[in-house]
T-cell receptor
Framework: ETGVTQTPRHLVMGMTNKKSLKCEQHLGHNAMYWYKQSAKKPLELMFVYNFKEQTENNSVPSRFSPECPNSSHLFLHLHTLQPEDSALYLC????????????FGPGTRLTVT | AQSVTQLDSQVPVFEEAPVELRCNYSSSVSVYLFWYVQYPNQGLQLLLKYLSGSTLVKSINGFEAEFNKSQTSFHLRKPSVHISDTAEYFCAVPSGGSYIPTFGRGTSLIVHP
């Protein structure tokens, strides 16, 4: 595997379910990011990790819980989501947060029913 | 905070025609500017960047963008588009105090045969 991978690619979940999104980067980077991409809206930065430490949380509701066990893996734990949380969730990585170029995964298409 | 505005949400064009995707930025400090492209069912990829030096920057697949300080613009152009250029294009600028990009709403380029 090369680059940034995300699993699953598609996920349908009910509002009472608990699920997790997984991201893995094979680039040797130290920073990882979660973005939310909704139709016709700018990408929303959700969380930033630099050297496994969370450095940004952009007022994301607590029903989204990130986890970064090491520099190569990033998870987004989901519970009691709302229909408006349906979106494409993109993971990205960069050498560190002082690097301007980000490398994105293909995203997980989440539908909350 | 720095931001970008993409005025066109969708740009339809015929194959082999020229195209311009518009991006205006707001910043009173040194400017770094980026264009990312998102092909269907994929994550974003860095297309080209302006950091300093020549105001005209080019990508490997024929796109170019010109940094225009007086007009606060960084429009993306291609003299002759191909069907495979159909994608979503995002203009971006680093957010205040870091290199983490803030993205515009995106412009959907649709190339018709």
């Amino acid at each position: 595997e090369t680059g940034v991978t995300q699993t699953p690619r598609h996920l349908v979940m009910g509002m009472t379910n608990k699920k997790s999104l997984k991201c893995e980067q094979h680039l040797g980077h130290n920073a990882m990011y979660w973005y939310k991409q909704s139709a016709k809206k700018p990408l929303e930065l959700m969380f930033v990790y630099n050297f496994k430490e969370q450095t940004e949380n952009n007022s994301v509701p607590s029903r989204f819980s990130p986890e970064c066990p090491n520099s190569s893996h990033l998870f987004l734990h989901l519970h009691t989501l709302q229909p408006e949380d349906s979106a494409l969730y993109l993971c990205a990585s960069s050498q560190d947060t002082d690097s301007y170029e980000q490398y994105f995964g293909p995203g997980t298409r989440l539908t909350v029913t | 905070a720095q931001s970008v505005t993409q005025l066109d949400s969708q740009v339809p064009v015929f194959e082999e025609a020229p195209v311009e995707l518009r991006c205006n930025y707001s910043s009173s400090v040194s400017v770094y500017l980026f264009w990312y492209v998102q092909y269907p069912n994929q994550g974003l990829q860095l297309l080209l960047k302006y950091l300093s030096g020549s105001t005209l920057v080019k990508s490997i697949n024929g796109f170019e963008a010109e940094f225009n300080k007086s007009q606060t613009s960084f429009h993306l152009r291609k003299p002759s588009v191909h069907i495979s250029d159909t994608a979503e294009y995002f203009c971006a600028v680093p957010s205040g105090g870091s290199y983490i990009p803030t993205f515009g709403r995106g412009t959907s380029l649709i190339v018709h045969p």
